[in-house]
């Protein structure tokens, strides 16, 4: 079964750090670039980041650039989002998400699988 | 960045009606890369369209999409008891892929 499992959620103080994990399992996980998309509570969804299969390219909405790092790891099958000087407004369920086509090599595709999401809020 | 309008804001439907939503971008996207997407609450998003047309694997052929430069449709033939949801329009052909506020599809 295709399947992507988030964890490391929780609460952190406002400058914070935290990290996301997402493990993979069901589909050969280093062929596709792979993505972070949040949504705050009762709102929408945003896009964060993408990283390619290889490692070559990441990709940050501008609101996080400079404070979170999007990793992966294809041995585990695992992917990461490393958060920094966390603010309030990173409040939010956060999604690993995959392209649905392999091979890409921008942050622009679908995404056909999701994980259940874990929660990350930023409160003193 | 691209802005995706969605309407109505709230759709209130019966099971078995047509329900039509609407998604409009700010500017013509590249090769009609736009996806819609389902979420239930307590859910994470599923993809239905992409493509603009075409449907997802798994998906009813009750789910149809349409439209291409900068209006699209997604369209629900006969509603089922399971349609009704949070409905998500994404657009991908230029970056940073955004996506739209949502339409929610109510029980009337």
């Known amino acids: 079964e295709v399947q992507l499992v988030e964890s490391g959620g929780g609460l952190v103080k406002p400058g914070g750090s935290l990290r996301l994990s997402c493990a993979a399992s069901g589909f050969t996980f280093r062929i596709y670039s792979m993505n972070w998309v949040r949504q705050a509570p009762g709102k929408g969804l945003e896009w964060v980041s993408s990283?390619?299969?290889?490692?070559?390219?990441?990709y940050y909405t501008d609101s996080v650039k400079g404070r979170f790092t999007v990793s992966r790891d294809n041995a585990k099958s695992s992917l990461y989002l490393e958060m920094n000087s966390l603010r309030a407004e990173d409040t939010a369920v956060y999604y690993c998400a995959r392209d649905r086509t392999s091979g890409g090599y921008n942050s622009l595709n679908a995404f056909d699988i999701w994980g259940q999401g874990t929660m990350v809020t930023v409160s003193s | 960045d691209i802005v995706l309008t969605q309407s109505p804001g709230t759709l209130s439907l019966s099971p078995g009606e047509r329900a039509t939503l609407s998604c409009r971008a700010s500017q013509s996207l590249s090769l009609n890369f736009l996806a819609w997407y389902q979420q239930k609450p307590g859910q994470a998003p599923r993809l239905l369209i992409y493509?603009?047309?075409s449907r997802a694997t798994g998906i009813p052929d009750r789910f149809s999409g349409s439209g291409s430069g900068t209006d699209f449709t997604l369209t629900i033939s006969r509603l089922e008891p399971e349609d009704f949801a949070v409905y998500y329009c994404q657009q991908y052909g230029s970056s940073p892929q955004t996506f739209g506020q949502g339409t929610k599809v109510e029980i009337k």
């Open positions: 493509g603009a047309s």
């Open positions: 990283i390619t299969g290889g490692s070559n390219y990441m």
